[in-house]
């Protein structure tokens, strides 16, 4: 909306600041942060009023849950989503496809998520609506996203999977992409659910994912740069950057009342709605393999519950003491403080392995 003041930069010279990308996403930063520290203890004291016992604790997940946890309001998922909405729908250029597409998945996804918190906190259970019900509506939104996706970008690099480290290799996947693309997207979603399991644990790698791909928008989006790194140039991308700086704001405002002892969950509302995006992004900027490296520990989270069902199912034997893996760290005694935080490292790790690829070509 604050783009269109660019239209009187002829006779207001200061107004010129708005075409920089690099200014509008500081902008969006600054109003989603505000805006969760602002909203956010309205927004958390309606919650608690309105589901009374809070989100359920599993009984089969750690015992000290069931103690320190209870009573703990879900859906903060809302707060940053508010956040993000408010600053992108402020600060980036309201013409650019790419902006609303990102934003189409991240509250489709939201709103899947929504829902299921809904089931669980109305019906006091862990369970909410049918996974394959879910999964299948997160599909629908994905694929529609990647079908989007592929008629924006140029052919054949739109259809295409790139592989870092390699200059101008990619395998082109042809109208097959939408299944690949889909599953990256639903992966993504799923896959920071996952980790949502202790207080912190998740938004600050999702924040680092998100300041990664920030750049990485910015550069893919600019033809000096991508040129300059050899990187595929996908025109239009750069104004995502202005998203993950709202994301990264909102989540700075989300994480002061989520820090220990969270005074909010963030809940399915935002899980899902965060990791949608996230791989949405990578996506859109033909990064999809660094999104892997980047968002490592996601992956990590959920290739441990994989391997837990699958080991249960086959063997009848636990791989973990319990899954998702930050539970077996807990298990073992780690503190949860400890774990959450050696967890942010490794997420810096992989971010700064991730941005590697850039330049290493």
Known sequence: MLYWLIDFSSTIPVFNVFRYITFRTGGAMVTGALFVFLFGPWIIDNLRLRQGKGQPIRSDGPQSHLITKIGTPTMGGLMILSGLVVGTVL?????NPYVWIVLAVTLGFGFVGFYDDYLKVTKQSHNGFSGRTRLAIEAVIAGAACYALMRLGRDPLSSSLVIPFVKEVALNFGWFFLIFGG???????NAVNLTDGLDGLAIVPVMIAAASFGLISYLAGNAVFAEYLQINYVAGTGEL?????????AGLGFLWFNAPPASIFMGDTGSLALGGMLGTIAVAVKHEIVLAVIGGLFVLEAVSVIVQVTS???TGKRVFRMAPIHHHFEQKGWTEPQIVIRFWIISVMLALAGLSTLKLR
Do not use: D, E, Q, S
């Open 91 to 95: 600060w980036a250029n309201p013409l």
């Open 183 to 189: 599953f990256i997207v639903v992966g993504a979603g």
């Open 241 to 249: 950057a202005v998203l993950c700086g709202a994301l990264l704001g």
């Open 312 to 314: 249960f199912k086959l």
